[in-house]
């Protein structure tokens, strides 16, 4: 076990996966001689030369595009979006080039799209946004949301060997947020299964990515107060882990969902839905969203801090659920 | 021509893409090339191709092809002369009018009617339709409807044979319309900028569905385009076969060189409507007279004859064949199942 970042996390696994099989190579916008925007690829070029390490153009279309087509070929290229704002100008090649082509010609896309995206970061309305629910409402695509370093690493690994186009979601805020244990050699983490990270009896807190460091503090508040939580990482936001999310709400009874992005369309409400359909009969109040207001990501510290859900916010809402 | 009909006053510069009628290739040392075998194999498949398109109209007009369908008419010396400057291992990213194209790198009459019936035996199996299909394991990218978005593709698959020392290269085909777009752009600069072997061949048929050649460029000629990303680009009549099989050799040499991709830009005219719902009532009259002598088909079979390349035996068998092969190929799609319902929702992601 190493203590890693998550941003090392990433490097690592990329980097192994490089080392076990010639066909994994990285492509994008200032990630070989500079070593990324991010620095998640410093030292690939001299290690990998520049075939596999390849500086491209600032051209978001061409850059996954060309990633599809590796692809096709059975090369397996992780093509890195500088952040994940600039996938609009590739979301032709996302939805409908990539997210179809299996559904299409039965043959394999293996294709991973690295996506720093979120907040926290002074970054503003396009370098900070959300948007992984418009790839989770797309059929084909893979979505994955690392909260931790360890996830960061095996989620990765995972994409990488997937079959499928995978939106792999890094959160930048968490990139040096604190050092974790992470495995060493080769680690999976499953596509497709969330893991419980606290236990309680009182609410199921339903998060991902950065927000889910918040229900955790959140949570270790309430049960200084006698609350007790369950905490579910989901991990993977396409396809979600439907049984944790329905197993943890029986037992509870009561849901709390937390997350980054924009309440309206977002995964809070697609998981409401599972829970509301699916969990009906075990519910002893209502299904509640915590989620960023329906406006831009701002630029300003307290505006942003007014547009994300708070520690405090997520405490308030676990005890008004819990007194249910 | 009638320019009046086509540039609106205060729109674009007129009469900057005024085509001529051309004359027969000038090309002949790309016939010399050929051995008269392989001259009698363009002119199969470039008939094929019309036999083909041919009995999907009628199909079309019986209500019994689903949505729309779209033809090559015209376009067949492009699709064919290109097609065949490929060596066996090369790799193909086509669109809607080189139906030719997919045929000779693998895909059977049959399969092509199975497609433009929705059934299972298309190469997409009813997933899609008309002439929305590939296969990967035959080298054939499937387009999807955006023109332009094939094009970063194709690049991606001339840099992956790069990356594996590979001699493979990838033609890839497009209209004047998709030269308008970003993903045009942006993959003919990748391609570039990477030296990477792709053919790109302008189908410039002068209109994208209704829209002609001045609302998609103020260049003086699309050929120009190539200068401006550093790549040699050529053009050529693409109502004469061995022109473009010439002009196609030529690019496939140099990218197998490791020279990078060339711009051809094929001068057609698109003779029927943008599919069949599209009567092209936009199109002047006078355009379509001043080509309907150029058939592209026609014209070759002439020049074939005039070689002596071409018997009345051999026309005749030819025709027998194709004529066979078309109702053999529908008979095995009229044969091949419907879809089932019950999988729709199956395959939509490929397994371990």
């Not at chain 1, 979301?91 to 799209?113: D, I």
């Not at chain 1, 040096?176 to 990270?197: C, K």
């Not at chain 2, 609302?215 to 680009?233: C, E, L």
Request: glycine fraction near 10%; proline fraction near 6%.
């Amino acid at each position: 076990m190493a203590q890693l970042t998550y941003l090392e996390a990433i490097r690592d696994g990329l980097r192994a996966e490089m080392r076990r099989d010639p066909r994994v190579f990285v492509l994008g916008e200032d990630i070989g001689v500079y070593g990324g925007a991010f620095k998640i690829t410093d030292g690939f070029l001299d290690e990998f030369g520049p075939w596999r390490v390849i500086d491209a153009p600032l051209a978001e279309t061409a850059n996954v595009g060309a990633g599809i087509g590796a692809a096709v070929m059975g090369m397996r290229p992780v093509v890195e979006l500088q952040f994940a704002d600039f996938v609009t100008d590739a979301f032709t090649q996302v939805v409908n080039m990539a997210a179809k082509y299996h559904w299409r010609t039965r043959a394999p896309l293996p294709l991973v799209l690295r996506m720093p995206y979120g907040g926290d970061i002074k970054g503003g309305p396009f370098h900070s946004q959300c948007m992984e629910a418009w790839f989770a409402h797309t059929p084909g695509l893979k979505v994955v949301a690392p909260a931790f370093a360890e996830d960061a690493k095996g989620l990765l690994v995972a994409a990488i060997r997937d079959p499928n186009p995978v939106m792999y979601f890094e959160h930048k805020h968490l990139y040096r947020f604190r050092r974790e244990e992470v495995p060493d050699g080769d680690y999976v983490t499953p596509i497709g299964r969330a893991r419980l990270v606290r236990e309680g009896a009182a609410v199921s807190v339903i998060s991902y990515g950065w927000m889910l460091h918040k229900c955790v503090e959140a949570a270790e508040l309430t049960a200084a107060q006698g609350i007790e939580t369950d905490v579910l990482d989901l991990r993977t936001l396409a396809p979600l882990d439907r049984d944790a999310i329905l197993e943890s709400v029986r037992k509870t009874g009561k849901a709390l969902i937390v997350h980054e992005a924009s309440r309206t369309g977002g995964i809070g409400g697609e998981i409401a839905a599972l829970i509301a359909e699916e969990a009906f009969d075990s519910l002893d109040g209502p299904v509640v969203r915590l989620a960023s207001e329906d406006a831009p990501v701002p630029h300003n510290t307290a505006l942003e801090a007014a547009f994300q859900p708070t520690v405090a916010e997520i405490a308030d809402a676990i005890r008004r659920l819990a007194a249910y | 021509m009638a320019k009046s009909t086509r540039t609106p006053a205060g729109g674009p510069a007129a009469g900057q893409h005024e085509i001529k009628a051309g004359r027969p290739s000038q090309n002949e040392e790309g016939a010399g090339r050929l051995a008269p075998e392989r001259l009698l194999e363009l002119l199969y498949y470039m008939r094929l191709q019309r036999a083909v398109e041919d009995r999907g109209v009628k199909l079309y007009y019986q209500g019994r092809i689903p949505g729309a369908y779209f033809t090559g008419w015209g376009h067949e010396a492009i699709a064919v002369g290109a097609t065949a400057s490929l060596g066996p291992d090369d790799l193909l990213a086509p669109m809607h009018r080189d139906l030719a194209a997919y045929i000779m790198r693998g895909i059977t009459v049959g399969e092509v009617f199975a497609q433009f019936l929705d059934r299972e035996g298309g190469p997409t199996r009813g997933r899609d339709g008309n002439i929305h299909m590939g296969d990967p394991r035959r080298g054939i990218l499937p387009f999807i409807s955006h023109m332009g978005a094939s094009v970063p593709v194709a690049a991606g698959m001339a840099l992956a044979c790069r990356q594996r020392g590979e001699s493979r290269v990838v033609l890839t085909f497009f209209g004047d319309g998709a030269t308008s777009t970003g993903a045009w752009h942006e993959g003919v600069n990748f391609a570039a900028v990477f030296r990477l072997p792709v053919i790109l061949v302008l189908e410039n048929n002068q209109y994208a569905y209704s829209t002609p050649l001045d609302r998609q460029t103020a260049a003086r000629s699309f050929v120009d385009k190539a200068a401006g990303y550093g790549i040699p680009g050529v053009a050529v009549d693409g109502n004469d076969v061995l022109a473009v099989y010439g002009a196609a050799k030529d690019a496939v040499d140099r990218a197998r060189d490791g020279v990078g991709p060339t711009l051809i830009e094929c001068r057609t005219m698109r003779v029927r409507g943008h599919s069949e719902a599209d009567k092209s009532s936009y199109v002047p009259k006078a355009l379509l007279d001043e080509w309907a002598g150029r058939d592209p088909i026609a014209m070759f079979e002439q020049r074939l004859r005039d070689d002596g390349v071409l018997s009345d035996r051999e026309d005749d068998a030819m025709r027998a064949r194709i004529a066979q092969e078309v109702e053999d190929g529908l008979a095995w799609a009229e044969a091949s199942p419907e879809p089932d319902p019950s999988t729709v929702a199956q395959g939509v992601y490929a397994e371990e």
